[in-house]
Structure formats: structure tokens, C-alpha cells
């Protein structure tokens, strides 16, 4: 069974902070790792990772995927309380027909003016 | 903009009666899937339509829990006697390989 862990669980940090969130996974047939942020209701997408080592970027946010360790990070530099959110990691086995998501638990992420 | 629509945004009922979602997509997405999240876990799959057909349910959807998605555009999830045990946020989304998720409903079941 394929398995998504995220650490911290739950993090604190002031205005301006650099975060990194990590994103371990154990699945049968890698394809691609997704990121997303969960703010009241939807989770909405941020970044899909398929390749090790090319790093994704939008704005304050990046992230990067390592195949061979088997994890991918999300950093967001000069966070703002905006930021504050539940950031989701999922992998999703999609071959081609449907694209059944695997999630972690989240990282509650919390920024304090 | 998600790309789907969900109806209603929150339900309150009470353990044993009926209740039924309904997820509309915005413009034509022929793959749709719901989803179903508990506090503080991530969401977790229950089933997916391509147009009308219902190729892949999770264990996860009993006996007491059905979809359909007739003439392939909106979708609606029922669940029968509810439990407590079924409060959660149910969550449609659309999409090839990443997907985009609707608002979701939130269930109470008291």
C-alpha cells in the first residue's frame, strides 16, 4: 500500500521566517508528487514533481523532489500570515486513465505577524 | 474558480437518516472523484467517474454509500444510515493527473 508521511506535523513561525516542509513517500510505482494548500475548504494546487533534482518555483514557494531518497521538500522564503494553511503532499499513480491520490496528513502550518 | 461546484457547502443530521451531495462541474471534465476528509488527516479516495461510467470505488465506500454520474456531468454521492463514524468533508475533484478539488460538504452527524 503506498504511503505519504509529512513532518512536522504542525509548525509556528513569525512573519519574514524561511519554512521547509518535508514529504517522505513509500509507493509501489512512483509517477509524481503533488503539493497543495489547504486554507478553509478546497485544497488547491500548487506544484507536481516528476523528475529528481528540477526545482519548481512560484513566487515565494519552491520545491524540489529527490527520487532516490525517496522524499521531496516545499520551502516558502519571507512567509507572510497569508501563508498560514494545511500544505498537503500527495502522490498520485496516474498511468494514463484515472489519478487516485495518496495523501499525507498534512503539515498545519501557522505564521504569527 | 475550482472547476466544480458542490451543493450543499455544510449538513447537520442525525444518526440513521439519508443524505445526499451533489458535485457540479463547471464545463465538460469527463474524469471526476470524490474524496473524503476527517480532522486532520489528508483526503482519501472513495471513487471515480469517467463520463458516466464508475470505474474504481475504495474499500473505503460500504455497502451503505452510492455515486452516480448520470449522462456523465454532475455527480451525486449518498449515504444511507448515517454514523457518526461518516462526518467528515466530501470532496469532488476533477482532472487528468493533478486534480482540482470543489469547496466540499461538510458532514455533522449527530
Known amino acids: 500500500e503506498d504511503k505519504v508521511v509529512q513532518s512536522p506535523l504542525s509548525l509556528v513561525v513569525h512573519e519574514g521566517d524561511t519554512v521547509t516542509l518535508n514529504c517522505s513517500y513509500e509507493v509501489t510505482n512512483f509517477r509524481s508528487l503533488l503539493w497543495y494548500k489547504q486554507e478553509k475548504k478546497a485544497p488547491t494546487f500548487l506544484f507536481m514533481l516528476t523528475s529528481s533534482g528540477i526545482e519548481k518555483k512560484s513566487g515565494r514557494l519552491s520545491s524540489i523532489l529527490d527520487k532516490k531518497e525517496l522524499f521531496s521538500i516545499l520551502n516558502i522564503t519571507a512567509t507572510q500570515t497569508g501563508d498560514s494553511a494545511i500544505y498537503l503532499c500527495a502522490h498520485t499513480n496516474y498511468t494514463g486513465a484515472n489519478s487516485k491520490l495518496t495523501f499525507g496528513k498534512g503539515i498545519t502550518l501557522s505564521v504569527r505577524p | 474558480d475550482t472547476g466544480v461546484s458542490q451543493d450543499p457547502r455544510h449538513k447537520i443530521t442525525k444518526r440513521g437518516q439519508n443524505v445526499t451531495f451533489r458535485c457540479d462541474p463547471i464545463?465538460?471534465?469527463?474524469?471526476l472523484y470524490w474524496y473524503r476528509q476527517t480532522l486532520g488527516q489528508g483526503p482519501e479516495f472513495l471513487t471515480y467517474f469517467q463520463n458516466e461510467a464508475q470505474l474504481e470505488k475504495s474499500r473505503l465506500l460500504s455497502d451503505r454509500f452510492s455515486a452516480e454520474r448520470p449522462k456523465g456531468s454532475f455527480s451525486t454521492l449518498e449515504i444511507q444510515r448515517t454514523e457518526q463514524g461518516d462526518s467528515a468533508m466530501y470532496l469532488c475533484?476533477?482532472?487528468?493527473?493533478?486534480?482540482?478539488f470543489g469547496s466540499g460538504t461538510q458532514l455533522s452527524v449527530l
Open positions: 475533484a476533477w482532472g487528468r493527473e493533478k486534480l482540482f
Open positions: 464545463s465538460e471534465h469527463n474524469r
